[in-house]
């Protein structure tokens, strides 16, 4: 190994060709968005350097607080519904007691697999104020809970993150059910021979163990969530109203549909400062204390 | 066996990744084929004389598929050498063409509205078409009522027109009106009235697919035209403010009349086929849409379809026969860095052309931007709605613009997320007015 690191020349080789497309495909798009960011700026042309306004304009609009908040909303939603749900039903399925866990284990990929308009419209029909099945099911339990889901400017984020929350938590479930069983079973045994329930071994186990796993997915969920588009562009184009937007629907909407590039830039340079915050953050909450073996 | 299976399955997923990303010309023509038209049936012409013109056009729906497949079947016998490849204009406020233009990749010919006219005039991405309007004969034919919609406000024309100037109609159901003895409605008290008695009798006063933005901002244009004539053109243009006593006034009449349940539940979230449906099953009493619904209104209802004026403010009624909608400068527009700049222009002038015979001799549209020849028939009579409006023009004082004909596209943003805002019951006027006059007063600055 130590042979192989002092070959300067093939780690060149091997590495080069990744970091020239990520330069090219990453980096120098990032870089634009900064720079584009302090220009007034229809798209086309070069557009007019203002300095810093766009950022001055974003801080006072209400619209940006808006979004903002639409924004850690949805990745709060999202982030504890499928890191919850999806702990649970792994843990269940590795369970070798239970039966049909194969079907189970495929089941609660399925939604993973659908297109995401496909999702989108199904849970529109779900919403439907008139006919969708939720409304229908609080009739038919008896609860006058009748609503307009997508049509509450207070709620409609809520219901939207619900959609994504729950698309998305098989790729959540499929990651921890991998780390699951990852986890050599003579530690469970030895915990059972120790007289830990099962809920203890899992808590004194799987939780430390997987502790990489969930910084993984936490990081999918929280910047996932905050940079959440496509749910909100199909199912309310942001609305009723404004009360949908999240901050890259703002970038959309300032870009393409204001021709304001310069503006909806400034915000997606925010939101690139955002999510970089977020794993730093996260990062550092799942920080390893240097253990004795050395790792 | 299973590393054979594997390289197979891996093999196989190659070859049709390499085949899908293939730029196979013959898959292209095949996918538009119902929309290209060669003259290769025309044996006097040969390959090397055809010419390709890429367009970018709506193909959606009859109102667009017919004018359009229409235009293809008149060129390739006066143009045989010209070969029209279409790009379906897609639905997505114009991102497709900006992108084309942001990467020089702008189609020959492309539809246009004019906030982006606007937009491309700054950058070089737009012909201006003075001369070929000329040369081709399409001032001459145009109609005098449709100079509006021809020419910019810089005096130059960007886009040949392919429909006449186009109203917000306000449509009702008179056999549901009859069977409910309600009036129909002239005064805010008699729409209050008429709102009250089809919510008691669980029908939705008016069915509006306010998920599309443009329809709650023709609603609210609707409501300020019964206060200012002018409706949003006059805050478009800059020349007024939310704040001004008819436009407040008017935010509060549409936020009352939210309150009044003239609307259904989830208004925001219905599309416009689930409006549509809702008015055309009788659940609904009145429909708003654009003119262009008269045919299927009338496929639809028959004589129970109709449209009726505005209902009228006390002390406004001067406004009574002001309407919403009404044209602007936007069509069919030509890239300048096109190579075959010249044909384009001409090929646009004619297709406009034929777009307004399409339109007049099957969608019963007889209000276009230019003359069709005496010789050409609708193909059935007029709808009587129709009829009803190419009589009325007349006595039409004045008209506004629809969302896609506003020139200011910060205004446009604005006004079409707020007066979707205002279609929910707990958005207050106050907030409308407040957010509405912070755009207009950026704008002016």
Same mark, same amino acid.
């Given at each position: 190994m130590k042979k192989f690191f002092g070959n300067k020349l093939a780690i060149l080789v091997f590495t080069l060709p990744t970091l020239i497309i990520f330069s090219l495909m990453v980096f120098y798009p990032i870089t634009q968005v900064f720079y584009k960011s302090l220009f007034k700026w229809n798209g086309l042309g070069s557009g007019s350097f203002i300095a810093f306004d766009n950022f001055l304009r974003l801080f006072d609009d209400k619209l940006f607080f808006l979004s903002n908040k639409n924004g850690f909303i949805f990745a709060a939603i999202i982030t504890v519904f499928q890191l919850l749900m999806a702990t649970v039903l792994a843990i269940a399925v590795s369970t070798l007691k239970m039966k049909g866990r194969n079907f189970f284990r495929i089941a609660y990929f399925i939604p993973v697999v659908l297109s995401v308009t496909v999702v989108c419209q199904l849970w529109l029909s779900i919403y439907n104020s008139d006919y969708g099945l939720l409304n229908r099911f609080f009739e038919t339990i008896g609860l006058d809970y009748r609503q307009n889901w997508l049509a509450d400017r207070k709620h409609a984020i809520y219901a939207i993150a619900i959609v994504n929350a729950w698309q998305w938590m098989g790729y959540q479930f499929a990651l921890i059910l991998a780390g699951i069983k990852s986890i050599p079973t003579s530690f469970y045994e030895a915990a059972q021979i120790d007289g830990a329930t099962p809920v203890q071994a899992h808590m004194k186990i799987t939780m430390p163990l997987l502790k990489e796993t969930y910084k993984f997915c936490l990081l999918i969920s929280v910047t996932g969530g905050i940079k959440a588009f496509t749910e909100m562009f199909i199912m309310t184009s942001g609305g009723p109203g404004t009360s949908s937007y999240t901050l890259t629907y703002m970038m959309y909407s300032s870009a393409?549909?204001?021709?304001e590039f310069g503006y909806g830039l400034a915000a997606a340079a925010i939101l690139v400062l955002e999510c970089l915050m977020a794993i730093l953050v996260i990062n550092f909450v799942f920080k390893s204390e240097p253990t004795v073996g050395g790792e | 066996m299973k590393k054979l299976t594997a390289l197979l399955l891996i093999f196989t997923l190659l070859l049709f990744s390499v085949v899908g990303c293939s730029s196979d010309n013959s898959k292209t023509e095949e996918t538009t084929a119902a929309a290209v038209t060669t003259a290769e049936t025309q044996p006097e012409s040969t390959e090397a004389e055809m010419v390709t013109l890429k367009i970018y056009a709506q193909y959606s729906d009859d109102d667009t598929k017919i004018p359009y497949d229409y235009a293809v079947v008149e060129l390739a016998k006066d143009y045989p050498n010209v070969k029209l490849e279409l790009d379906i204009q897609a639905q997505d406020d114009g991102v497709k063409l900006q992108t084309y233009a942001a990467t020089g990749n702008l189609p020959d010919i492309f539809q246009v509205g004019l906030s982006q006219i606007e937009t491309f005039k700054e950058s070089g991405n737009i012909m201006i078409l003075d001369d070929a309007a000329k040369s081709t004969g399409f001032l001459d034919r145009a109609v005098p009522s449709a100079s509006n919609i021809i020419y910019n406000e810089d005096g130059h024309i960007y886009a040949f027109p392919y429909a006449g100037n186009e109203l917000v109609l306000w449509y009702y159901n008179k056999a549901l009106f009859e069977q409910y003895n *309600? =009036? *129909?409605?002239?005064?805010y008290e008699e729409l209050l009235t008429a709102i009250n008695t089809f919510n008691e009798n669980d029908i939705i006063p008016m069915s509006i697919f306010a998920k599309e933005k443009w329809i709650t901002t023709a609603m609210y244009d609707v409501l300020a035209t019964r206060f200012d004539s002018d409706g949003i053109a006059k805050l478009d243009a800059g =020349?007024?403010?939310?704040?001004d006593e008819a436009y407040a006034k008017a935010a509060e009449t549409l936020n009352e009349l939210v309150k009044a349940g003239m609307f259904a539940d989830g208004a925001t979230n219905t599309n416009y086929d689930q409006a549509a449906s809702l008015f055309y099953e009788g659940k609904a009493a009145m429909f708003l849409n654009g003119q262009w619904e008269i045919q299927a209104a009338t496929d639809k209802l028959g004589e129970n379809a109709d449209w009726m004026w505005y209902p009228v403010m006390p002390g406004y009624e001067n406004n009574k026969f002001a309407l919403s909608g009404g044209g602007a400068p936007g069509g069919y527009a030509v890239n300048p860095k096109s190579e075959h700049k010249e044909l384009a222009a001409e090929v646009a002038a004619y297709i406009s052309e034929k777009y307004c015979e399409a339109k007049y001799m099957y969608r019963g549209n007889p209000i276009l931007a230019v003359k069709v020849n005496e010789s050409i028939k609708p193909e059935t009579p007029f709808p009587a709605m129709m009829e009803k409006l190419d009589n009325e023009l007349s006595n039409i004082t004045s008209t506004t613009k629809f969302a896609w004909g506003l020139g200011n596209p910060l205004f446009k943003v604005a006004i079409e997320d707020q007066s979707q805002f205002l279609m929910t019951e707990d958005y207050t006027p106050a907030e409308f007015i407040e957010e509405l006059d912070k755009v207009i007063e950026r704008m002016n600055q």
């Open positions: 393409f549909r204001s021709n | *309600v =009036k *129909v409605p002239e005064t =020349k007024g403010k939310a704040s």
